[in-house]
Every structure is written in C-alpha cells, then in structure tokens.
C-alpha cells in the first residue's frame, strides 16, 4: 500500500493498571508483576523484530515506542497513579468499570487512570509528547519528527 515510515508500539506495564492491582490483592500499592513480566517478554522480541524488519526490507523504517517505559515512569512519578479517577469498588478502583454511579475525581489531571484499564487524557498527553520529540529511550531510531524529516 506504500508505506515506508511505520510506528510500533508496544505493550504498556499492564500489572499497573487499577484491574490488575485490585485483582492481585497481594501486590499492595505496588504493580503486578507477572502481568508485567509478559508484557516486557513481548516487547523485548518486539523490539528486535523491528530491527530486523528495517534491516531486511530496503526503504521501510520500522520505529518502536516504548510506551512500557513512558508509563511506567509516569505511574512512578505521579500523584494519583494508584488509584482510577472513575471508581465504584475496590482499593484502586478496578474491580467494575466506570458506571452511571461511580466516583469521579475532581481533577482528572492528576490521575494515570480514567478507570480500571485506561489512562486519562493528562497520562496520552505525556506520552504523545514523548512519541513526537522523545529521546532514544522512549522511541528508536528516531522520533515521530525526525521520522517525518527523513
């Protein structure tokens, strides 16, 4: 279909989502671990695929975004990362989805999570910041502008 630049992204630290760490009542405050494991498995061979995809297919550029470690840091350096900012049970909010009757957060700006799986606006803000002029260790070889350069 002519596509040459393509973006990748891989799979986010899953055992940190407020389903996760309500479901895993042993992993405390912290992330989930064995979710997590996977996931970095995953995007470890990811990782490598694209590289030997660019090396082989003259002409495509294959870019892998490492989202894994964009949220991460965020959950590692924010406010409310524990807890969903649309909750109805459990001690992170994960246990139902976001209903008619849930708790909302005042401030969605400072929370990662909009509800058990997903991430706020605030939390896509930050990452696609990083995506678009991020350094090596969020996005290789390149980022989302200097892939639109070459």
Not at 39 to 47: D, E, P, S, T
Not at 101 to 119: L, M, N, P, Q, T
């Amino acid at each position: 279909m002519g596509a040459r630049k393509i973006v990748v992204t891989d799979i986010p630290p899953i055992g940190c989502c407020p389903y996760q760490r309500d479901h895993n009542p042993f992993s405390g405050r912290a992330c989930v671990a064995f979710p997590n494991d996977l996931a970095q498995q995953y995007n470890q061979q990811l990782k490598q695929m694209l590289i030997e995809l660019t090396k082989t297919l003259k002409g495509m550029t294959f870019v892998y975004v490492d989202v894994y470690r964009m949220i991460e840091d965020v959950v590692k350096n924010y406010e409310s990362y524990d807890k969903a900012c649309c909750r109805m049970l459990g001690l992170h909010g994960g246990m139902v989805p976001c209903l008619q009757h849930a708790k909302i957060c005042e401030d969605r700006s400072k929370y990662v999570f909009w509800y058990w799986f997903h991430v706020t606006e605030k939390t896509n803000v930050i990452t696609a910041k990083r995506i678009l002029d991020g350094e090596i260790n969020d996005i290789s070889p390149v980022n989302v502008r200097a892939l639109s350069q070459i």
